[in-house]
């Protein structure tokens, strides 16, 4: 018997013992999910799970849904002295469960019966949470009642109010059961892999030799055809044997059945599995399929994975976890109850370590909470924030120096306008040294260029210093006398270039002319201002 179906049998066991019913009436064969697939073959919780692909993906989604360590909190502080922490982060008494257990098999009851039920039990005095109790699925009927949802029991007719019972289910088309994946959307993908296997194992069995026949034009007497068909017989064939040649004694042997090949068993096989994948809402890769290899596709498919498969999951036990809390600490929302969803992503040791490093020193972490994810003891006075390394906090009883007077800023007015003008020369003289430098490229027509220079610059020159010059305090013809200047100054430097440097030297040369005046523009200002300071 599979040790699941073997496990739950003995958690139903103690829950009839619990509602005061028999175990025959409450655990019925009717109880099992039962579908019947188009290809023929019955489909039941039992044999789904024989499903290779499908029992792994359930037990995948189960095994991380159980390992998830969930906290109960009170203003995002673990408290751990609540009644409901023992049952979310230890185990449930009355079936000597573990948390990751009593998780894990509500988990695989959804996944393969569509809904899981465990009953909270409660101090009759306190209403406190005592304990937990896995209900059989087939026996648990939810009914919304004048818009008040109760559950019922199988042969009770005593209602159990929804805040009494913690409710897991599947894909639902209501919202209040669970759709049962064997008797609805499962059931024909489960039966197709179960035909698969039924058929590969009688092809094998047979030693991969199809159904065949025998033809012969001449009568087949009963000693000819025990001879061919006997235990030594030439038609017999076994796995230890599969391949020996027949001697049909003047028969011809015919085949009836199609092989391997022609009914592409593997691709079938393989087909099979994504849909199984995309039932279980997994990629193929998860299930040991052809999927993603590379290192950054695989770590993209375990984000996937987190946030598309578990996340769901995780939200229905916060939700439903929240029943083991205080109707007044739900009413005022000061307890939650949540999922370490961190536990998932942990990165490599060097990336963890670099940052917890700044956390720590951040701050937005103690260095008590970053020993608690790596699950270390707990050490004294390590529950303080550390200030950030370039901060120190105040003395609250020092005294503040007083601050210095404040007085008039001294200036250097010549200074002042030189920094203004240098700015302005820079755009201009870029604006020539370009120009230069293409010029600079053709040596033979490099004259042309000196000769157009005062037309082609002169008067985007003085527009863009008259603003800037009768700020600094000059006047117009202080503008006029700027800009012949600087253009003059340029014109020299790029003609003495052009008389004493070498043709296949010239370009070099100009470059080299135009960096120097580039460098030259604060000097140039200081000289400019000097002329009307």
Known sequence: MNPIVRFGRRVLTRAASMLGMPLDKYYAL??????????????????????????????????????????????KVKEKTHPAWKLVRKWAQYHQLSAFEFRRTMVVLALTRGNAYAYIVRDPATYAPTDLRILDPGRVEPKL???????????SSKPISAGDIIHIKSLSTDGYVGLDPIRTYAVDVLGLSLAQNQYAATYYASGGVPSTY???????????????????????????NPHEIPILD?????SLNLSAEQTQLLGSREFSL???????????????????????????????????????????????????????????????????????????????????????GGPWMTAAEARDVDSLEEIDNTDELYPPPNMTKADPNATVPPAPAKGPKKRDDGLLQAAALEDTFTRLVKRVTVQARKAGERSAAFPDFLNELPLRHGDVIRSALSPIVAVCGGEPEHTERISRALLADVATRLQAVYDKATPDKFAAEVNETCDVLERSVSTFARKAVEQWT
């Not at 697939?37 to 499908?54: E, H, P, T």
């Not at 003047?250 to 015919?254: V, W």
Request: charged share 30%; proline share 2%.
């Open 214 to 240: 025998l033809y012969s034009e001449n009568p087949i007497d009963d000693d000819r055809f025990n001879r061919l068909k006997g235990e030594t017989g030439p038609l017999k064939r076994s796995l230890d």
């Open 274 to 360: 994504k849909d199984i994948a995309n039932i279980l809402n997994l990629s193929v890769h998860k299930l040991n399929g052809a999927g993603a290899t590379g290192y950054a596709s695989v770590e993209e498919e375990n984000n996937a994975f987190r946030d598309d498969t578990l996340d769901p999951w995780f939200c229905q036990f916060e939700i439903e976890y929240e029943k083991l809390l205080t109707e007044r600490e739900q009413i005022e929302e000061t307890h939650t109850v949540e999922a370490v969803r961190e536990s998932l992503t942990r990165s490599n040791m060097a990336d963890r370590s670099n940052y917890l490093t700044k956390a720590v």
């Open 30 to 75: 009717s109880s099992r999910s039962v579908g019947s697939s188009l290809a023929g073959i019955s489909v039941n919780s039992d044999s789904a799970l024989k499903v290779s692909a499908y029992k792994r993906g359930v037990e995948l989604i189960a095994n991380y849904v159980g390992k998830t360590p969930f906290h109960v909190k009170r203003a």
């Open 145 to 155: 009642e004048k818009g008040v949802l109760n559950y019922y029991f199988s042969g």
């Open 250 to 254: 003047g028969a011809e042997l015919k």
